[in-house]
């Protein structure tokens, strides 16, 4: 089955700290993954996914499949990160399976 | 934002009455989402379709249905709403496919209240 996990639900730093939002992967074929973020009463946008291997608003994201993991991590957190973040996979069908999300509080 | 629109943008309704929401897309995309999103669980997919008049079930599909007449509307209707179906729907559209083709993009969402 696929499924997806994120453990945190909630997750507060300061200005300044380093951050990482954690997800874990089932599937038992080649996943594509993403990290979807939604922002104060906007709308949910893709940030980020693993097959471009780039870096958006300083996030990045690793695949690595040994562990089953595409944590989402930045070094520096800014308090205009604060937002819900969601973890996606998508396997072999029209569909994306989302985790429980984690809510990324950035203090000043 | 990709031209994805929701109506009604809010709504409160009684159990028992019957409740239809609209996506409505000007992206001539494929694919067409219904998802809720609820504290603790995520987002879930209710129903999607993959072109006019094909429909599939999603992880929560029960209690609703949805239809697809053209391709730019995809509507998501609650026979009998329950309290239950408080929640934010959120409609997702995607040009195509599997794996990292699937980038959806996503309406504002609809806030419903059933009392």
């Known amino acids: 089955a696929q499924r997806v996990t994120q453990p945190e639900k909630l997750l507060s730093v300061f200005k300044g700290a380093p951050v990482e939002l954690k997800c874990n992967y089932s599937?038992?074929?080649?996943?594509?993954l993403f990290w979807y973020v939604q922002y104060s009463r906007q709308r949910l946008q893709l940030l980020l996914r693993?097959?471009s291997r780039e870096s958006i608003k300083g996030f990045t994201a690793d695949l690595n499949k040994g562990e089953t993991s595409f944590h989402l991590k930045k070094p520096f957190a800014q308090e205009e990160d604060s937002a819900m973040y969601y973890c996606?996979?998508?396997?072999?069908?029209?569909?994306?399976?989302f985790g429980t999300g984690t809510r990324l509080q950035v203090f000043p | 934002d990709a031209g994805i629109t929701q109506s009604p943008r809010h709504k409160v309704t009684e159990t028992g009455t019957p409740v239809t929401l609209r996506c409505h897309q000007t992206?001539?995309?494929?694919?067409m989402y219904w998802y809720r999103q609820d504290p603790g669980h995520g987002l879930r997919l209710i129903h999607y379709?993959?072109?006019?008049?094909?429909?599939d079930k999603g992880e929560v599909s029960d209690g609703y249905s949805v239809s697809r007449s053209k391709t730019e509307d995809f509507l998501l209707t609650l026979e009998s709403a329950t309290s239950s179906q408080t929640s934010v729907y959120f409609c997702?559209?995607?040009?195509?496919?599997?794996?990292?083709?699937?980038?959806?993009?996503f309406g504002p969402g609809t806030r419903l209240t059933v009392l």
């Open positions: 379709s993959y072109g006019v008049k094909d429909t």
């Open positions: 996606a996979l998508s396997g072999n069908t029209d569909k994306l399976i």
């Open positions: 599937y038992s074929g080649s996943p594509e």
């Open positions: 693993h097959i």
């Open positions: 992206e001539n995309h494929r694919y």
């Open positions: 997702a559209i995607s040009s195509g496919g599997r794996g990292s083709y699937n980038e959806q993009f």
